[in-house]
Structure formats: structure tokens, C-alpha cells
Nanobody, 125 residues
Framework: QVQLVESGGGLVQAGGSLRLSCAAS????????MGWFRQAPGKERDFVAG????????YYADAVKGRFTISRDNAKNTVYLQMNSLKPEDTAVYYC??????????????????WGQGTQVTVSS
């Protein structure tokens, strides 16, 4: 049984930082591309960042480039999202997702195989 469990969300002031973690189990983590998505109230779920299973590629939405960094630790079966210079418009539920094995990094959520339950990030102005 595959499980993705996000943590690290919370309330932060604008300009602050948070680091999200997503711990995976039940799959060979190193073979899966990982993505972070977010969904604000009343809006669609959007791609935020992704990292390939080969560790050769990272991808970001324009809205977060230069502020967010995705990384992974295959020894810990964990993917991270470091979020700096947070803005109120970053407020959303953040989800991690896995696609694989040996697949690319889609930006469409429906191409991912597994999802976490989400963690709330709230940025106050």
C-alpha cells in the first residue's frame, strides 16, 4: 500500500519561509518522479514543482521560480519543498504526488499515480 504523507505546513508571515516534506512508503521511491501541487479555495489544483527520478531535472511553475526549491533524499524516501519569500497568494493546500516508475515529471495532476493528503500553508500579509 502506497502512502505519501506531507508535513511542514503552517501559518507564516509574508516574506517568511517554510519547508514541506513528503515521506513515501510502499513504493520504490528512487524510481518515481515526484511533484508538488497546490490548491487554493475555489481554484484548480496547480503544478508547483517537480523532480525527476534520475535527479537530473527539476521543474517549477513560473509563479514560484527563484523562491521555491524542490529536492529529494532517496535514502529517506522523502521529497522536500523549500519555500522562501512567501507571499499571501501562496496560501493553499499543498500536495505531493508520485509518478512512475521511470516516468517523467508531468505538470498535469491526472498523470500522477499516487497522492498525499495535503498540508495547509497560510501566508499572512
Amino acid at each position: 500500500q502506497v502512502q505519501l504523507v506531507e508535513s511542514g505546513g503552517g501559518l507564516v508571515q509574508a516574506g517568511g519561509s517554510l519547508r514541506l516534506s513528503c515521506a513515501a512508503s510502499g513504493l520504490i521511491f528512487s524510481r518515481y518522479a515526484m511533484g508538488w501541487f497546490r490548491q487554493a479555495p475555489g481554484k484548480e489544483r496547480d503544478f508547483v514543482a517537480g523532480i525527476s527520478w534520475r535527479l537530473t531535472g527539476t521543474y517549477y511553475a513560473d509563479a514560484v521560480k527563484g523562491r521555491f526549491t524542490i529536492s529529494r533524499d532517496n535514502a529517506k524516501n522523502t521529497v522536500y519543498l523549500q519555500m522562501n519569500s512567501l507571499k499571501p497568494e501562496d496560501t493553499a493546500v499543498y500536495y505531493c504526488a508520485a509518478n512512475g516508475p521511470y516516468n517523467g515529471v508531468p505538470v498535469k495532476g491526472n498523470e500522477y499515480d499516487y497522492w498525499g493528503q495535503g498540508t495547509q500553508v497560510t501566508v499572512s500579509s
